[in-house]
């Protein structure tokens, strides 16, 4: 497996406060993906990167950005959260197959009150 | 336009019986690949299957088939022999291209429930 780990898993915040979720993988991907998934839409792209310092935008991307300073490590950042982005957020990378599956982290859980 | 669709929000099979999961795609790309993932209640994706779209046989893994029909631009997954442990939502995901970055559009889901 591709080892992911996302932090935190679960955070409750205030709207109007900045979140930062933390995607760190270990083995040396260089794409990363962030989604988030909402009842009756299943998973929507945020953004991705392809690499440090470069990122592109997803398909739902207004109100979030990024940011890759190391290969490892992916970060999404809500700088004012709404409570539209009460949400799960999936981070991926590159499996292992050659199929081009992605491969997820377990989830991190925001709720924005 | 939705890229993926799947049209079953909730399905019932009974234990030990197949299980049909419909999936359609939108693309104008020759060069494509479809996945179907699964997601039990703990939350986690697990990929189970893939298809690409110059793939001649309909792909298979263990109790997973996959009926991909090009001109309809369909790529059903079926479940042969439920079991409780396949109750989950699964989803159907397309990437587009030949492109490297592994970019995947996913369908809203359909959640399955295993009867005994």
């Known amino acids: 497996d591709a080892g992911i780990t996302q932090s935190p898993r679960h955070k409750v915040t205030e709207t109007g406060t900045p979140v930062t979720l933390r995607c760190h993988q270990t083995?040396?991907?260089?794409?990363m993906y962030w989604y988030r998934q909402d009842p009756g839409h299943g998973l929507r792209l945020i953004h991705y990167?392809?690499?440090?310092?470069?990122?592109d935008k997803g398909e739902v991307s207004d109100g979030y950005s990024v940011s890759r300073s190391k290969t490892e490590d992916f970060l999404l950042t809500l700088e004012s959260a709404t409570s539209s982005q009460t949400s799960v957020y999936f981070c991926?990378?590159?499996?292992?197959?050659?199929?081009?599956?992605?491969?997820f982290g377990e989830g991190s859980r925001l709720t924005v009150l | 336009a939705q890229k993926i669709t799947q049209t079953q929000p909730g399905m019932f099979v009974q234990e030990k019986e197949a299980v049909t999961l419909d999936c359609t795609y939108d693309t104008s790309d020759q060069s494509y690949g479809l996945f179907w993932y699964k997601q039990p209640s703990s939350g986690e994706m697990i990929f189970l299957i893939y298809?690409?779209?110059?793939?001649?046989q309909n792909a298979t893994e263990g109790r997973y088939s996959l009926n991909f029909q090009k001109a309809r631009k369909s790529a059903n997954l079926v479940i042969s022999a439920s079991q409780l442990g396949d109750s989950a939502m699964y989803f159907c995901a397309m990437r587009e291209g030949e492109g490297g970055d592994y970019k995947l559009s996913f369908g809203a889901g359909t959640t399955v429930t295993v009867r005994a």
């Open positions: 990167s392809y690499g440090v310092k470069d990122t």
């Open positions: 991926a990378t590159q499996g292992r197959g050659n199929t081009g599956e992605l491969f």
């Open positions: 298809q690409g779209s110059y793939d001649e």
């Open positions: 083995e040396n991907h260089r794409y």
